[in-house]
């Protein structure tokens, strides 16, 4: 079975300040990968997916996030965090074979200090 | 493009009562996607469609909640005989083709509050 966890509940950085939300995965193989924005009242917005390849993925909005696996991990960064980044974060794995059925993580709330 | 649109966007009922909520995809998209998503927690997926067949209702939560997409657009959820346990967001996703090589949209989804 695949599961995902956040272990950040919420995150606090100010403008400007770097950023890294944790996401650990697990799951048998190789899996798909993807990390969700969700503003309020807003639909979830993909920001990136890793699939394969290149274990640093860019995505959207200037942020990346890299597949370590060793670790079980897909962390997402970004260098320099702007108040409209204040969201709930999500990451997610699917599996690699059969019928897409995803499963999220509990989420990552963002806090962003003027 | 007008994006997923869901209906209603709130919905408050007594416990015991039937609720049904309505998803219309983005035009074109085959794929249409039922998530739930309570307080804290991530998005949990319901049932997915490939235009009106229904090709994954195993993670439906009870028998009280069924799906449908008659004509293979707009989608209906609706569960019956509601229970306080009900009360979460309810969401719409749609895909042009499978996911996750295609990528999900997500609607702003249906809040219900069951008293």
């Known amino acids: 079975a695949q599961s995902v966890t956040q272990p950040d509940i919420h995150i606090t950085v100010s403008e400007g300040a770097s950023l890294e939300l944790r996401c650990n995965y697990s799951y048998g193989a190789t899996p798909y990968l993807f990390w969700y924005v969700q503003s309020p009242g807003q639909g979830l917005q993909l920001l990136l997916k890793?699939?394969?390849?290149?274990?640093l993925v860019q995505g959207i909005k200037g942020f990346e996030a890299e597949f370590k696996r060793s670790q079980s991990s897909f962390n997402l960064r970004k260098p320099s965090v702007h108040w409209s980044d204040a969201a709930e974060y999500f990451c997610?794995?699917?599996?690699?074979?059969?019928?897409?059925?995803?499963?999220f993580g509990r989420g990552t709330s963002l806090i962003v200090h003027p | 493009d007008t994006g997923v649109s869901q209906n209603p966007r709130h919905k408050i009922t007594k416990r015991g009562q039937n609720v049904t909520f309505r998803c219309d995809p983005i035009s074109e998209h085959n794929r249409l996607y039922w998530y739930r998503q309570t307080l804290g927690q991530g998005p949990e997926f319901l049932t997915y469609?490939?235009?009106?067949?229904?090709?994954?209702k195993s993670r439906l939560l009870s028998d009280r909640f069924s799906a449908e997409r008659p004509k293979g657009s707009f989608s209906t959820l609706e569960i019956q005989r509601t229970e306080q346990g009900d009360s979460a967001m309810y969401l719409c996703a749609s895909s042009l083709g499978p996911a996750p090589y295609n990528e999900q949209f997500f609607g702003p989804g249906t809040r219900l509050t069951v008293l």
């Open positions: 890793y699939f394969s390849g290149d274990t």
């Open positions: 997610a794995v699917g599996a690699s074979g059969g019928s897409y059925i995803p499963t």
């Open positions: 469609f490939q235009n009106e067949a229904q090709l994954e």
